[in-house]
């Protein structure tokens, strides 16, 4: 069975509970519920983390190498900053989809840039919540076709 890791950047523990106008209502808990729902019904396994701490997020990245077929991301603020996140994804060479909450595009020019959207398969924003299914749905029929081609 494919395995998937979905990782949460800093201060996304906060997700319904502040500023519910950028973010909306949904609180973290809620999205992982529906990520473990859509999952069974995709019949792949999960694995879910939310870290403040860069370090964690890339020994997490890491650690997924033997034991995740796929990465499913939003790493929050550090998208914006940092080069060991994007490093730790180039290295482990795990097809990873990024995902956002909100439209980083439409938002301050200091979050246009994503030091990780070159090393990504895709990147999934502006849709709230939703950007997490859909970028779960996008990673897994990735996973799929390329264990298609790879027959
Ligand atoms: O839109 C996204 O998903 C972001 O990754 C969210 C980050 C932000 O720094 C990125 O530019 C875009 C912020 C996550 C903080 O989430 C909060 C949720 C509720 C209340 C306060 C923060």
């Given at each position: 069975?494919?395995?998937?890791?979905?990782l949460?950047?800093?201060?996304?523990?906060?997700?319904?509970?502040?500023?519910?106008?950028?973010?909306?209502?949904?609180?973290?808990?809620?999205?992982?519920?529906?990520?473990?729902?859509?999952?069974?019904?995709?019949?792949?396994k999960?694995?879910i983390?939310?870290?403040?701490?860069?370090?964690?997020?890339?020994?997490?990245?890491?650690?997924?190498?033997?034991?995740?077929?796929?990465?499913?991301?939003?790493?929050?603020?550090?998208?914006?900053?940092?080069?060991?996140?994007?490093?730790?994804?180039?290295?482990?060479?795990?097809?990873?989809v990024?995902?956002?909450?909100?439209?980083?595009?439409?938002?301050?020019?200091?979050?246009?840039?994503?030091?990780?959207?070159?090393?990504?398969?895709?990147?999934?924003?502006g849709?709230?919540?939703?950007?997490?299914?859909?970028?779960?749905?996008?990673?897994?029929?990735?996973?799929?076709?390329?264990?298609?081609t790879?027959?």
């Amino acid at each position: 069975m494919l395995s998937v890791l979905v990782l949460h950047g800093p201060n996304l523990n906060l997700l319904g509970l502040r500023e519910p106008e950028i973010y909306g209502h949904t609180t973290l808990d809620d999205v992982n519920q529906g990520l473990q729902r859509q999952a069974d019904h995709l019949g792949v396994k999960l694995e879910i983390l939310q870290s403040n701490h860069e370090g964690a997020l890339v020994d997490a990245i890491h650690s997924a190498r033997n034991r995740h077929q796929g990465l499913v991301i939003n790493a929050g603020a550090y998208t914006h900053t940092s080069v060991a996140l994007r490093d730790a994804i180039a290295g482990i060479a795990i097809p990873t989809v990024e995902v956002h909450l909100s439209n980083i595009h439409r938002r301050e020019s200091f979050r246009h840039h994503s030091y990780m959207a070159a090393v990504v398969v895709g990147q999934i924003c502006g849709f709230g919540v939703n950007s997490y299914y859909l970028g779960l749905q996008a990673l897994v029929h990735h996973l799929q076709e390329q264990a298609g081609t790879s027959l």
